[in-house]
């Protein structure tokens, strides 16, 4: 059974930083590309940051380039999102995602985290 599970969500003020976890089991995390994607309120869900199967190559969102850090730990089935210098604008639930190819797509989603940003 997969298991995609988000924590680390929570308020803080602009300026701020939080480090968001995605703990996953029942599927080969290693080879799976891991994204974080966020959705706030009625905008449709964007695709924040993504890092391939074995590290080293991530992907982000022009507006977090800078503040965001997408990174995994393969021996934990865990990947991060540890977010600096947070925007008011940046306030969604954010959700973990797993895709890999083997003959078909095969794609995992976690329930989400709420980050809210205020003062």
């Known amino acids: 059974q997969v298991h995609v599970v988000e924590s680390g969500g929570g308020l803080v003020q602009p300026g701020g930083s939080l480090k968001l976890s995605c703990a996953t089991s029942?599927?080969?995390?290693?080879?799976?590309?891991m994204s974080w994607y966020r959705q706030a309120p009625g905008k449709e869900r964007e695709l924040v940051a993504s890092?391939?199967?074995?590290?080293?190559?991530?992907n982000y969102l022009d507006s977090v380039k800078g503040r965001f850090t997408i990174s995994r730990d393969n021996a934990k089935n865990t990947v991060y999102l540890q977010m600096n210098s947070l925007k008011p604008e940046d306030t969604a639930v954010y959700y973990c995602n797993a895709r890999g190819t083997f003959g078909r797509v095969y794609e995992y989603w976690g329930q989400g985290t709420q980050v809210t940003v205020s003062s």
């Open positions: 890092i391939i199967s074995l590290g080293g190559i991530s």
């Open positions: 029942g599927f080969t995390f290693s080879r799976y590309a």
